[in-house]
Every structure is written in C-alpha cells, then in structure tokens.
C-alpha cells in the first residue's frame, strides 16, 4: 500500500466522501492529484487537532500553522485553494452553512515575497485606463472596447485580435464570449462584464461593425479600414495609453494579470478565475495573484469598475 492510500484509509468515511465531491469538480488530473493532497493534509490536522467545528478561525489557525513550519507562500496558497474548494462544495450541497463558507473563502492567502513578476493595476488604476479614449472619436471608442475586452474578460492580445462578433453571446441569462479558441487550441467560454457588452455595441454602433472580426484599425480620418486589428497593432494601442496615463511597461498581458488580481481581490473563485483565463493547472492562475463553470457569479462580476459617462 502507497503512503497516500495508507492515509487516505485513516480518514473519515464523511472525510473521503468530502473529498471525492472536490475532485470531481476539477477538470484536471494535476489539480486533482494537488487537492487531494492538500484536503488528506487538512483532514489529518483537523483531527489532531481533536476536530472542532470548521469555520473561519480553524482555518486561518491552519494557515498560521503552515507558516510557522516553513511552508512556501504557493504550498500554503494551493492548500487554501483547496480548502476553499471544499467548503465551496459543502455549501452548496448543504452540508456546511453558506456564511461560514464564505468567511472561509475569505481567507487571504500567503503573501509572495521578492520580485513580483509582471504588472498589474489596481481597481482606480483600471478605471482611469477604461476613461482614457476619447469615445468622442471612432479610434476613442474602438480603443474602449479593447481595453474593456482585455481588463473585463482577461483575453490575451492575440485572442483579442481574433474575437468575433459570433463569440458574443448570451447564456443563462448573461453576455459570454461563447468557443474563443486560444492558447494551444483551447476552447473555452468566458463570461462578459455588462459594461465590456455596452463599450463593444458603441464602437460597433459608430463604426457600423456587426459582423466578422470585432475589432477593426482605423485612420486618420476616423474610417474604419481592413476587416482586421492584428496583436502587435492592439501590444500598441495598450503601450499608447500607458504612456499617457504614466504607467510605464504596462502591456496586454498584464491587462490580463490585472483581470484576475481584481477578480480575486474581489472575492471569485479561484477555480471559475482559472477557467476564465484557460489556464491548465490552477498553480498557473495563483501564479497570476491568483469544474463547472458558474455563470451566475463569474469572475468578471467582481472587478467593480464601470464605463464613464
């Protein structure tokens, strides 16, 4: 017998069943194979520690715990991942009150020392980026609309610059990029901020775009040309208005990255900011802040940033 099918034979039977119901929510066999881990870990201080009632206490004790022995900032974040998963699935099924889920959930992780890599902005930082264009020119509203693309939604430049108008869609009572094809072919769909929806129908109001590519260059003379943007034209766009707003080296990825900083910050689930970015393994997302996809409360819902007047 392996030493996780030893351990694992020591748990609970409501502590397997707990764990099962996680893993079969994860579409990943690494993420699986790390969740478990890191529940069966849990699991076993939970009962050295004579199993007291789960709440937002016990777990944030866990975490100090972790610290205190040396544990890297990513071990002690996967582990809370996890655990957040758990309680996240327990509530929903009932078995654990929604207000302690939440509090739960709302444990900050372990913070990342040395160099961060990558940019990110914050909450005023991205809004000041959304009232940057002039929306009283053609190229104003345009550039709105990508950056409300590439902050609300997380898309990379290259899928930016291939969005179609067939991708918008609704499901569920909501807008979503429906089948975007992205890194390694991956197809995915990403729920859409109402105000990301509203900056695409004024440029394609103005710009009489409503089918094929999206997004379109414009000249001088304020007339969409070509049926096309390509990703070095929209890597310029970005650097344009980091200059002007005096955000040095800010590029479309970290667009991105500050997609998912905010919607973390904001409270989304870090397995629903995984699926939206398409990344692989969840280590990757918590690498950024840092299943069944829930359009009901997605990502994008908790960036808390609007369009100006």
Not at 49 to 64: D, E, F, S, T
Request: positive net charge; aromatic residues 6%.
């Amino acid at each position: 017998m392996s030493d996780m099918a030893l351990v694992r034979s020591r748990l609970t039977a409501a502590e397997a069943q707990a764990i099962r119901m996680v893993l079969d929510g994860l579409p990943s066999a690494h993420s699986r194979r790390a969740y478990e881990r890191a529940l069966v870990d849990f699991f076993r201080w939970h009962a050295s520690a004579g199993r007291p009632a789960l709440n937002k206490a016990l777990v944030q004790r866990y975490a100090a715990e972790l610290r205190e022995i040396g544990l890297s900032s990513s071990s002690i974040n996967q582990r809370l991942s996890a655990i957040r998963k758990l309680v996240a699935e327990a509530a929903d099924n009932g078995a654990l009150d929604p207000q302690i889920a939440s509090g739960i959930r709302a444990v900050k992780g372990a913070r990342h020392e040395g160099r961060r890599t990558g940019n990110w902005l914050t909450r005023e930082q991205a809004q000041s980026w959304l009232g940057a264009p002039d929306i009283r020119t053609m190229k104003g509203l345009r550039d709105r609309a990508l950056l409300a693309v590439l902050i609300g939604c997380g898309l990379r430049r290259a899928e930016a610059a291939a969005l179609n108008f067939d991708h918008v869609q609704q499901r569920d009572g909501r807008w979503v990029l429906v089948d975007l094809i992205g890194k390694r072919d991956k197809i995915r769909s990403i729920p859409m901020p109402a105000w990301t929806k509203a900056a695409i129908d004024a440029w394609s109001n103005r710009a009489s775009v409503t089918e094929g590519l999206v997004f379109r260059a414009v000249n001088k003379g304020e007339h969409v040309v070509g049926s096309s943007i390509t990703p070095q034209a929209i890597r310029n766009i970005v650097a344009e208005y980091a200059e002007k707003l005096k955000h040095s080296g800010v590029a479309p990825h970290d667009l991105r990255r500050t997609f998912a900083k905010l919607a973390y910050k904001g409270g989304a689930a870090l397995d629903q900011i995984q699926l939206s970015l398409g990344h692989e393994s969840i280590q990757t997302t918590e690498d950024y802040l840092g299943v069944e996809q829930d359009l009901t409360d997605a990502p994008c819902d908790h960036l808390g940033l609007r369009l100006g007047k």
